[in-house]
């Protein structure tokens, strides 16, 4: 889960909503794993102002191996602090081990990048993808999962120029390793990317059958359409939440990314453009 918008405590949207995120961590329908109790993340950028002489705001992030439901650091630094944009991933481990090294989001400099799926075969091509990444940084990577990796050929290829080019070339990447490989569908899942201003939200799967992918509406048509929602008074006109499963039952208030497709999120709204089509 990802929102942007105006700052607002985490936990509004990690605890206290229908769905919550601490919800999914027990029990998530629509995911390939029903429970994802094998560790989360919180990202967050801060309020104020940017925190470096280049004008970037640095996200700080908190990481536990603890089940997120079962997490009181998490609670509590969920409601203390304020964030006009954070990321929040609960995990379930798909072959790396349980450590706080492998838990999303993953940061570098002003970047966070988080992801929900796998890199199939990724003991078979982990070797040659890691080869690719620039040696300068390498180093930045701390643990041993393959959404790691992806993030570090993203930046290797120019994440920080062009977000939208830069992972599209580093799953073509992923890909060409996993055909050589004798590997089906190498590339399965979602991707939240933020800079501290806009945010990318990738559905792509080598197959065409991605984890499922939504963002809010925008909330002053939300208002409109349920003006008596007392919850929509916690958020301002410019929120917007990315999120793997609907945190609320209402009709109309999660909209579906489709296949091959990046939305792109900012202070202006939201558009989609397609994205690695065959």
Not at 54 to 64: D, K
Not at 179 to 201: C, H, K, N, R, Y
Request: charged share 15%; proline share 8%; aromatic share 10%.
């Amino acid at each position: 889960m990802a929102y942007t918008g105006e700052p607002i405590p985490p936990a509004a949207l990690i605890i206290d909503t229908q769905h919550s995120v601490l919800a999914m961590s027990q029990n998530s329908p629509l995911g390939a794993e029903t429970v994802n109790g094998d560790g989360f993340g919180v990202g967050w950028y801060p309020t104020g102002k940017p925190t470096d002489a280049q004008g970037l705001r640095h996200p700080y992030v908190f990481r536990s191996t603890e089940p997120a439901w079962n997490d009181q650091n998490l609670r509590e630094i969920s409601r203390a602090v304020t964030s006009p944009l954070f990321f929040t991933h609960v995990r379930a481990a798909a072959g790396p081990p349980i450590q706080q090294t492998n838990c999303h989001p993953f940061r570098h400099d002003n970047w966070l990048f988080m992801h929900n799926g796998a890199i199939s075969g990724f003991q078979q091509i982990k070797r040659e993808l890691a080869m690719d990444v620039d040696p300068l940084l390498y180093a930045g990577i701390q643990g041993t999962t393959d959404t790691e990796v992806l993030f570090h050929l993203a930046l290797t290829y120019g994440l920080m120029d062009g977000p939208i080019a830069a992972v599209g070339k580093a799953i073509r990447r992923v890909e060409k390793a996993g055909e050589g490989a004798g590997i089906q569908f190498p590339m399965q899942g979602t991707i939240a990317v933020s800079d501290g201003e806009t945010l990318w939200a990738f559905r792509y799967s080598t197959q065409g059958r991605s984890r499922t992918l939504f963002h809010s509406a925008d909330v002053p048509t939300l208002r409109k359409m349920y003006p008596t929602a007392e919850r929509l008074d916690l958020f301002g006109d410019h929120a917007q939440v990315v999120v793997s499963e609907p945190l609320t039952d209402l009709p109309g208030v999660f909209l579906e990314v489709p296949e091959s497709t990046v939305a792109v999120l900012d202070p202006t709204g939201y558009h989609h453009q397609s994205f690695l089509e065959a």
